[in-house]
């Protein structure tokens, strides 16, 4: 069986893509920083597999290298990862750029651009595939977006030069455009977000770049979805 690392897996699009991948017959090794959000995830991913699918869970926080080390060594337990799905992600907070916490800041950096590269140097001797879960705010200049806009600018820049460097693999930067999710409403406090879609109906998107392996880029959910099928 296939073996697919996925960050941030409790919850929103990584729990979304997690239950796609158990139901194809893929083992996983999830993680996310509530372990009982987690625990409830991973006994629905188990019931989704078939039989002998494994799944594993390691609760934490990607932006502590000692957990990534973890993930990755439970990961090798199963053997060999064909796909990380890089998608834990920190908001952060909100204000003008002017104003903007620089601790804060390095937070979401560590989580959103030194993690998810940390994890990929970690298991890159058996990767075939990386997705990195990035955001329309890394391309387009929205107020009080400086900070989580400028990590996942960063990381589609990383994404793109590992593809370079690395023309063995398949690299992604996915943008899967705005979804129904928990961060998003902590994006928008107090504001009705339920016209957003869920991130069950972006997965088939990101499903298409790990079963037909484009080459390397960044792609938008929305215009794999048009090619869905064609």
């Known amino acids: 069986?296939?073996?697919?690392?996925?960050?941030?897996?409790?919850?929103?699009?990584?729990?979304?893509?997690a239950l796609a991948l158990a139901a194809r017959g893929w083992d996983l090794v999830v993680d996310a920083r509530d372990t009982t959000a987690l625990d409830r995830a991973v006994a629905e991913f188990r019931s989704r597999g078939g039989p002998g699918t494994q799944v594993l869970a390691v609760p934490g926080d990607v932006g502590e290298p000692s957990h990534r080390a973890t993930l990755a060594r439970v990961a090798r337990t199963l053997g060999p990862v064909d796909?990380?799905?890089?998608?834990?992600?920190?908001?952060?907070?909100?204000?003008?750029?002017?104003?903007?916490?620089?601790?804060?800041?390095?937070?979401?950096?560590?989580?959103?651009?030194?993690?998810?590269?940390?994890?990929?140097?970690?298991?890159?001797?058996?990767?075939?595939?990386?997705?990195?879960?990035?955001?329309?705010?890394?391309?387009?200049?929205?107020?009080?977006?400086?900070?989580?806009?400028?990590?996942?600018?960063?990381l589609d820049q990383l994404s793109a030069v590992l593809a370079v460097e690395r023309a063995d693999l398949r690299?992604?930067?996915?943008?899967?455009?705005d979804m129904r999710t928990a961060m998003h409403q902590e994006a928008f406090p107090g504001e009705d977000?339920?016209?957003?879609?869920?991130?069950?109906?972006?997965?088939p998107a990101l499903l298409?770049?790990?079963?037909?392996?484009?080459?390397?880029?960044?792609?938008?959910?929305?215009?794999?979805?048009?090619?869905?099928?064609?």
């Open 83 to 154: 796909l990380l799905v890089n998608n834990a992600s920190l908001l952060g907070p909100m204000p003008p750029l002017a104003e903007y916490p620089l601790h804060r800041l390095a937070s979401v950096l560590a989580v959103n651009v030194l993690a998810p590269l940390g994890l990929t140097q970690l298991l890159l001797d058996s990767l075939g595939t990386v997705v990195n879960v990035s955001s329309d705010a890394a391309v387009e200049a929205y107020p009080q977006w400086g900070g989580y806009g400028a990590s996942k600018a960063a």
């Open 193 to 203: 977000i339920s016209d957003r879609p869920e991130p069950e109906t972006v997965v």
């Open 1 to 17: 069986m296939p073996l697919g690392v996925i960050t941030g897996a409790s919850r929103g699009l990584g729990r979304a893509t």
């Open 208 to 230: 298409r770049l790990v079963e037909e392996r484009p080459p390397s880029g960044r792609y938008r959910a929305s215009e794999l979805l048009a090619g869905v099928g064609a």
């Open 171 to 177: 690299v992604y930067a996915f943008d899967p455009g």
